[in-house]
């Protein structure tokens, strides 16, 4: 297969619906049943008949097939011997001078790290926005913990003015019983009764 005909793992990822990591972790996993290409020098390049296998372990394993009964119903590798690996996969000084197929190692590697450094940005991004409602929050709680004290203090104050008022209402109920209390010994005194 030439390499014009090899997909990237990028392109296979999405083909597949699946992130470029589970795409890498299965074809490290399951690398006894895809091409050479698929698995040398760590430059995954797929053939269609690696992708169709990839998609046979998505769905195995959507299925909840264990690693090992994945890689027992797929069988045997494919034949890597009639497939040679192919001259991109092997980058070297005169390859690069020579053939211009590296160029397209090279832009994958590029825009598989472009994606990445993309995914940390984004996450980056989240984590900022995060950062900034948790300070909105603190700052509004802050604010409603200030509006609550004071409403504490002034209930606590309309709570001493009651006690207050009620302690000098007993009071003056208890100095009225006191003066009921003489006259009425004044007046059975007088009276005789």
Known sequence: MS??????????????????????????????????????????????????????????????????EVSQQLGDAPDNSAEPLPTAMVIQAD??????????????????????????LNSQQTNRNLMGVVVQDNFNLKEENAKLRERMLKLEQELGDVRRSQSEYRQQVEQRLRLMEHRRDWVSRLFGF
């Open 3 to 68: 390499d014009s005909q090899l997909q990237n793992a990028h392109t296979v990822a999405s083909q597949l619906q699946i992130a470029p990591e589970q795409l890498r972790h299965w074809t490290q996993e399951f690398s006894a049943q895809l091409s050479a290409a698929a698995v040398s020098t760590g430059f995954y390049r797929y053939t269609a008949d690696d992708v169709k296998r990839l998609q046979a372990i998505k769905e195995m394993m959507a299925e909840g097939k264990s690693s090992a």
């Open 95 to 120: 390859d690069v001078k020579r053939n211009g197929d590296s160029g397209l190692l090279l832009r994958d590697m590029l825009s598989g790290f472009a994606a990445g450094q993309e995914a940390i």
